[in-house]
């Protein structure tokens, strides 16, 4: 008999200059703004496809977690903006303060996140979402309560990953979105498999970028995504107080209708900034592949690689992800002689 098996793809650990990609073009936009301001202007720029019952997915965090995204940011945006939306979490894989409902409600309320309702959204189990297009699945499960919502606000904390390299919203979705006990241990574990870590490098970020595609499939149109690129820690927010001290230069919003290229501008920006600020978070994405997530998407038809950067600071003007970074600073930390150095000549 002749199985056939699917086969990763390579080259998640290289980076594709912009010249060298094909294809059309979506917008972003970009906003250097980042203030409660600056995320209600980016946010009035994408969200014109929410409708009826909006859910937001953003990433709450472990207990104490130093970078995530400011509660009075997203308070504000949801009160003036979105009075009736409810933040949309699942519980985690893996043990900590977020693994079961109890203790998650628990870290939600020393986190900050109790000023709108929270709906964990795989407390009572999951649902099947079908995957048109995936070679790893055809069907994701999500949490339960997902389906009861009309459209998506994608709000992510832009950040590296321990495994991912990056999480952006591709990781927000595909893993945030997919519930603790089946969607979860399909994206990390091969079957059979006593090692709940066992799947990396290039065919974990394709499962992630298939799962988020069997949910925006199910939203779309009704999606749209804001990544901000603050606190940029190579570490996730999934690693609390644990996550390692934040070397990268904090650099915007940026906003889009499509998913790969809201990511795609990120790490483009990332590459981008001056004197090597963005080295820390090249280097972890780089040596987990996850590049990957990027191309997987492309080749799934989840949107485009190419993009134009509106510049909602400067009356609308078209830039490039170099112009957009020019004048950022690199971080300076202390060494060990108490003395400062420029990461980028460390």
Not at 3 to 15: A, H, I, L, Q
Not at 24 to 45: A, H, M, Q
Not at 206 to 222: G, L
């Amino acid at each position: 008999m002749n199985m056939k098996f699917p086969v990763p793809g390579t080259g998640g650990d290289r980076y594709v200059p912009y010249e060298e990609r094909t294809g059309e073009e979506s917008v972003v936009f970009f906003t250097r703004d980042l203030s409660e301001e600056g995320l209600k202007k980016i946010y009035d720029r994408v969200s014109s496809v929410l409708e009826g019952k909006v859910a937001v997915k953003l990433h709450t965090g472990e207990a104490e977690g130093p970078n995530i995204i400011p509660r009075p940011w997203v308070k504000e945006l949801l009160a003036s903006r979105l009075p009736e939306a409810t933040i949309v979490e699942t519980n985690t894989y893996y043990e900590g303060s977020r693994f079961t409902t109890e203790d998650h409600r628990k870290t939600l309320e020393i986190n900050g996140w109790d000023f709108c309702p929270v709906d964990i959204t795989d407390e009572d189990g999951a649902v099947a979402f079908p995957l048109e297009g995936g070679k790893w699945f055809t069907e994701m499960h999500v949490g339960k309560n997902l389906p009861n919502y009309d459209s998506l606000l994608v709000l992510t904390h832009f950040k590296g990953h321990t495994m991912g390299g990056f999480g952006g919203s591709n990781k927000n979705i595909g893993i945030g979105c997919a519930d603790a006990k089946i969607g979860k241990k399909a994206i990390h574990c091969a079957e059979g498999s006593d090692n709940m870590w066992s799947i990396a490098e290039e065919e974990l970020m394709e499962r992630i970028a298939e799962s988020t595609k069997a949910t925006i499939d199910h939203f779309a149109p009704h999606v749209c995504y804001i990544n901000t690129m603050r606190n940029m820690s190579v570490s996730c927010d999934c690693e609390g107080k644990e996550a390692e001290p934040v070397v990268v230069p904090d650099v915007g919003f940026i906003a889009s209708l499509d998913i790969l290229a809201a990511d795609q501008a990120c790490m483009d920006l990332i590459y981008n900034l001056p004197e090597g600020g963005g080295k820390a978070l090249i280097e972890r994405v780089e040596t987990r592949h996850g590049l990957r997530q990027l191309t997987y998407m492309k080749e799934l038809g989840m949107g485009n690689d190419r993009y134009t950067i509106i510049d909602i600071d400067n009356d609308d003007a078209v830039i490039t992800a170099a112009e957009a970074v020019k004048d950022v600073k690199p971080v300076w930390v202390p060494d060990k002689y108490n003395t400062f150095w420029g990461r980028n000549k460390h």
